[in-house]
Nanobody
Framework: QVQLQESGGGSVQTGGSLRLSCQASGATYAKYCMGWWRQAPGQVRKGVARINTGDGRTYYADPVKGRFTISQDNTNRTVYLQMNNLGPEDSGVYYC??????????????????????WGQGTQVTVSS
């Protein structure tokens, strides 16, 4: 099993930046996807960004393209989410997730949350206007 621990949430004003971190521990997989989901109050959890930890390919939801960057440090088994130009619509609890079942044969990372078996506890991001 993989255990995930997020950190880095907080409160910023519109236009500000935050960087989230997700530290993985436990089992390792040759083919694995990790990603970030966010959930605003009263809304469903939505995928934000994913990364294939094997080849580094990244995928982003349309609302965050050009503003968020997902990256990884394989040595430390850490995935980051750099969030720039934040707006109130970015507020919510951000969850890190990982899954070997999320990797398609060609390396694409599926966005379906059900394919990600490991989840962190979440970290709150609040953007005020």
């Amino acid at each position: 099993q993989v255990q995930l621990q997020e950190s880095g949430g907080g409160s910023v004003q519109t236009g500000g930046s935050l960087r989230l971190s997700c530290q993985a521990s436990g089992a390792t997989y040759a083919k694995y996807c990790m990603g970030w989901w966010r959930q605003a109050p009263g809304q469903v959890r939505k995928g934000v960004a994913r990364i294939n930890t094997g080849d580094g390919r990244t995928y982003y939801a349309d609302p965050v393209k050009g503003r968020f960057t997902i990256s990884q440090d394989n040595t430390n088994r850490t995935v980051y989410l750099q969030m720039n130009n934040l707006g109130p619509e970015d507020s919510g609890v951000y969850y890190c997730a990982g899954g070997d079942a999320a990797v398609r044969g060609d390396g694409f990372c599926y966005i379906s949350a059900g394919l990600y078996r490991a989840w962190g506890q979440g970290t709150q991001v609040t953007v005020s206007s």
